[in-house]
Every structure is written in C-alpha cells, then in structure tokens.
C-alpha cells in the first residue's frame, strides 16, 4: 500500500544545533516532494519544493535532501532557534492537478 | 497581497445538519484546493477547483461537494453531517498554471467545524 511517513514522535533539540526531519514514503514515484510548516490553529505554510531530478535544495537556514533510490527526504534547520517550534509536514504530489499527500508530521521543540 | 480568508473559522453544528464552509483565494489565483485535517488522519485531500471545474477529487464520500465561482472563490458543502466530519477544513489556493501538477499552494486559517 502507499505510504508517507515521518517521525511521529516530537524531537527536542537545543537551540542553535541542526534539526533534522525525516520522510520516508512508499509505492509511491513522486516528481517534487515539498515541506510545510504548521503552526498550532494555522493553516501550513509553504517552505521548499525539491525535484526528482535535483539531489539537494537549500533556503537560508533550510536545507533539503530527495534520494529517490531510498525513497525519502531529510529536512534540516540549521542554527536552529526556540521560533523554529512548530509542526513541520512533508507531501508529494499524487493523482494529478495539486493533490497533495501529506505525511502525518514531525513536531519539533527548540528548547533555548 | 492578502492571503486566503476562509469564513467562517469556528463553527458548531449537530449530526444531520449541513454546513457550508467558504473560501477566498489569493487575488489572481485560479485553482483552490480543499483539505480536512483530523488528528487520526491527518491533512486529506477532498477537491480541488480551477476556473470553476473540479479538476481532482479525493476518497470522501459524496456528502462532501463544492464548487468554484467565476471570481475564483469557492465554497465546500457537507450535507448529513456526522460526528465524524468534526475537523479543520483547510483551502489552499494556488496558481493553477495549465499543465502543471503542482504549484505552490497558500493555506487559509482553516474552519474549524465541531459536530454534535
């Protein structure tokens, strides 16, 4: 069956270290894998797209990975910062026009 | 640039009742894109709209409807409420350039709807 997943359980870091997320999916052959943040009683917010074709993506302290081999995406904070504290959701594009299939998140605690 | 607003965010009905949730995309955006967000399942995809066709659907039962207008905005329905419908509705606007599987999608607020 198809699968995307990710740690459920929250990962605490201390601030200034890196964060780094996982996703894993499975049975599924995505072009652009993206990641969303969410913050609690909000709608996700839009952090990066990487594509089949590109290894590796970055955006100011964030940095994505895509290894379609391993069928997974790791998502990296850097110099990470207590505002960093929010749910973070990884989702590909399955089925056609901007079906997203999200994973069920990772929550993420920067403690200062 | 505002963002999407979505009307209302909270809302309250029993099992049997029905509910319409509305949404307005990002001025220029063309596809609007609906979700459910539960706990146990997570964010679902139910539909998404572009000038004022479904152009994708997800594994929800027939309750759940919507529809676009000619101004883009687009509104979802759920008849026969059950208990279970209870969630934060998410829509999500995007560009809906022509041919492409993706955009990058802008999400409302949410509504969220209580059953009782």
Request: charged share 20%.
């Amino acid at each position: 069956s198809q699968k995307i997943e990710q740690n459920s359980e929250a990962l605490n870091i201390q601030e200034g270290k890196t964060a780094t997320l996982t996703c894993n999916y499975t049975n599924y052959s995505p072009a652009y894998l993206q990641w969303y943040r969410q913050d609690p009683g909000r709608g996700p917010v839009f952090l990066l797209l990487i594509r089949e074709n590109e290894k590796e993506k970055r955006k100011e302290r964030l940095k994505v990975t895509f290894d379609t081999t391993l069928k997974q995406s790791l998502f990296h904070i850097t110099a990470s910062q207590p505002a960093d504290s929010a749910t973070y959701l990884c989702a590909l594009v399955s089925g056609g026009y901007n079906k997203l299939i999200f994973g069920a998140g990772t929550r993420l605690a920067v403690h200062p | 640039k505002a963002g999407v607003t979505q009307t209302p965010r909270y809302l309250i009905k029993t099992r049997g009742q029905q509910v319409t949730l509305s949404c307005s995309p990002i001025s220029g955006h063309r596809s609007v894109s609906w979700y459910q967000q539960t706990p146990g399942q997570g964010l679902q995809f139910l539909f998404e709209y572009f000038s004022e066709t479904q152009r994708n659907k997800g594994n929800f039962p027939g309750r759940f409807s919507g529809r676009q207008f000619s101004n883009s905005r687009s509104e979802m329905n759920v008849s026969t409420l059950e208990l279970g419908d209870s969630a934060l509705y998410l829509c999500a606007s995007s560009w809906g350039t022509s041919g492409s599987y993706t955009d990058t999608q802008y999400f409302g607020p949410g509504t969220r709807l209580t059953v009782l």
